[in-house]
Structures are given as C-alpha cells and as structure tokens.
C-alpha cells in the first residue's frame, strides 16, 4: 500500500514552455502533498506543501508564480512550471501524506531537462 | 533556525563491519526524527523512525536529545545495505508532517 506515482518520468522542453507534472496516491487519501526539488548529488529540498482545497504553502525563495502547485483532490495534486528556463533542469519529486500521518510516501520523481 | 547536518557525504566499509551514520540536528521543540534511504534507481523511502524504535533490515538508531543526535547504526553491514541515507527530522508544531533533509551519506558497504 501507500504507492505514489508521478508522470511523466521524465521531460524535456523548450525554453520559455510550460510543463506540468502530476503526483497521485494510487491507493489512499493524500491530504497533504510535498513538491522537493533534488539536483545533482544534493539533497531534497522542499519546495512548497499543498493541502487539498486550499492555496499551497511556498519555500522562502521559491517563486509561486514560477512553479504552480494545484491540489484539486485528495489523490492529484500538480506543479506546473511556467516559462521554463534551463536553470530550471531538476529532478522534482513528491511526496504524500494522510491527515494526521507522519510518514511520507514518495513518488519516483521526474526528471525535467530545459533546453 | 532548524538544522540537520550529515557530517559524512561518503562513507565506505566492508561486508560484515560495523558501520554508524552521523546526524545532528538543531531544532526548536521536539521534532520526530526519521531516517530515509534511497537505493540505486529506486524512490526515496522511509527506513525508520525514533519513535516505534524498531530495527530495520537490522539498523537501529538512538534518539540523543542532549547531544542532539540521531545516529543509525548496524552492527554487521552488507552488500545490499549501500544506498544513500538521509536523516530528517519532521516539523514543529505549526508545521505539521514537513520534513528537513540532511545533506545525505552515501553508504558503500565493499565486499
């Protein structure tokens, strides 16, 4: 139980478009989301904490109008990177918790390269 | 401010020594404290966490609350044991199930 999947795997796009990346809970209620950015031989940092039904809760630093996080359901949430840049070439990967949990469940990240 | 600190990005040991994870970390009120691991070209999950104080594939950590310090340890350590480790204490109050990532250690147990 508690799988977390995220599409697409991987992308790669064009300076200046927009990409979207989804994160679902395949098999329970995810309340709360958590989108982290990891590069290169780093560690995970959070980017923004999405709770269903209402506004995501942004990083000090990251940009909210760059990286838009929906959270529409309680098994969805998205983060869409708007414009993007080459600097922003990463590898996002989330994360899902039930109301209340202290375990997070992650998914498999995606990697985005922007040419 | 909260802090968490892997002192080791690398670590290397052989098959069948002990082998122990460095993690400090500096916290306002009583944060839970996990450990993660991420193995070769899998996801990011969860291997233990102070409070069920349960032993995982045989490691264990002890929660220090006056040096502040969450080491993981294994007494034997195995092949299949290396991985990237990640200590991560999770929120204050306000803050709900919000994790902070150390910086991470590289485990490679050699045979």
């Known amino acids: 139980g508690a799988v977390v999947s995220q599409h697409p795997s991987w992308v790669i796009c064009k300076s200046g478009t927009s990409v979207k990346i989804e994160c679902r809970s395949l098999?329970?209620?995810?309340?709360?989301m958590f989108w982290y950015r990891q590069f290169p031989k780093q560690s995970l940092m959070l980017m923004a904490t999405?709770?269903?039904?209402?506004?995501?809760?942004?990083e000090q630093g990251v940009e909210k109008d760059k990286f838009l996080i929906n959270h529409a359901s309680l098994t969805l949430s998205t983060l869409t990177v708007t414009s993007a840049h080459p600097e922003d070439s990463s590898f996002y990967i989330c994360s899902a918790t039930t109301q209340g949990g202290e375990t997070q469940y992650f998914g498999p990240g995606t990697r985005l390269l922007v040419l | 401010a909260q802090r968490v600190t892997q002192p080791e990005k690398l670590l290397s040991v052989f098959k069948g020594a002990p082998v122990e994870l460095k993690c400090n970390y500096s916290?306002?009120?009583?944060?839970?404290l996990f450990w993660y691991v991420q193995y070769s070209r899998q996801r990011l999950q969860l291997l233990l966490r102070?409070?069920s104080r349960e032993s995982i594939k045989g490691f264990t950590a002890d929660l220090n609350k006056g040096e502040t310090s969450f080491h993981l340890k294994k007494p034997f350590a195995q092949e299949e044991d290396s991985a990237m480790y990640y200590c991560?204490?999770?929120?204050?109050?306000?803050?709900?199930?919000?994790?902070?990532f150390g910086e991470g250690t590289q485990l490679t147990v050699n045979p």
């Open positions: 102070h409070i």
């Open positions: 999405s709770n269903e039904g209402s506004k995501a809760t942004y």
């Open positions: 916290y306002s009120g009583s944060p839970e």
């Open positions: 098999d329970f209620q995810a309340t709360t």
């Open positions: 991560a204490p999770q929120g204050e109050e306000t803050s709900g199930s919000r994790l902070t």
